[in-house]
T-cell receptor
């Protein structure tokens, strides 16, 4: 069984500040890990994914995440927040034994203030 | 890039009626599609896996007779909410996986907001 825990339902940062969104996973097999962003009343857009290649993954819009097996973590970071980054962010996991259904975390709403 | 569309984007219906939601992969074929529902301020919960040419696979606790899924072609899956009730009001999102040079990826539709009065 797999699961994902996102610590903090809301994260508030100032524009220009570091963004850190936390994700810890549980998986009995080597996982694929994903971060998605959702804007209001829209579907999900893939930010980045880890598929057992490089542990530091760079995504779109300046986001990156590092897979740390020892910590079972896949935290999302961005050096400098922009107002347009305000959205809901979901971490998700799937077993890497073939592409299967995604298990999502509960999401973290990022709030960016001027 | 791969695009998944959903129709309608919003629907309001009366209690007891049925509503059909379409999910289309516009520029690729998908033998499998996934249906999720998302309650306000909550995460996405997988409802079922839609399989072209065979029956859908439902997650535990999802009523297959209430949420009818038909994968009519390699580019179309439909979700019909039968005898809808206010508690069925939710945001329904579909996705389709695609394997490309970048590996496996799921592409999500923009979602359908269902409101049952």
């Amino acid at each position: 069984a797999q699961s994902v825990t996102q610590l903090g339902s809301h994260v508030s940062v100032s524009e220009g500040a570091l963004v850190l969104l936390r994700c810890n996973y549980s998986s009995s097999v080597p996982p694929y890990l994903f971060w998605y962003v959702q804007y209001p009343n829209q579907g999900l857009q893939l930010l980045l994914k880890y598929t057992s290649a490089a542990t530091l993954v760079k995504g779109i819009n300046g986001f990156e995440a590092e897979f740390k097996k020892s910590e079972t973590s896949f935290h999302l970071t961005k050096p400098s927040a922009h107002m347009s980054d305000a959205a809901e962010y979901f971490c998700a996991v799937t077993p890497n034994t073939g592409f299967q259904k995604l298990v999502f975390g509960t999401g973290t709403r990022l709030l960016v203030s001027p | 890039g791969a695009v998944v569309s959903q129709h309608p984007s919003r629907v309001i219906c009366k209690s007891g009626t049925s509503v059909k939601i379409e999910c289309r992969s516009l520029d690729f074929q998908a033998t499998t599609m996934f249906w999720y529902r998302q309650f306000p301020k909550q995460s996405l919960m997988l409802m079922a896996t839609s399989n072209e040419g065979s029956k859908a696979t439902y997650e535990q606790g999802v009523e297959k007779d209430k949420f009818l899924i038909n994968h009519a072609s390699l580019t179309l899956s439909t979700l019909t909410v039968t005898s809808a009730h206010p508690e069925d009001s939710s945001f329904y999102i579909c996705s389709a996986p695609l394997t490309s040079g970048r590996g496996d990826e799921q592409f999500f539709g923009p979602g359908t907001r269902l409101t049952v009065l």
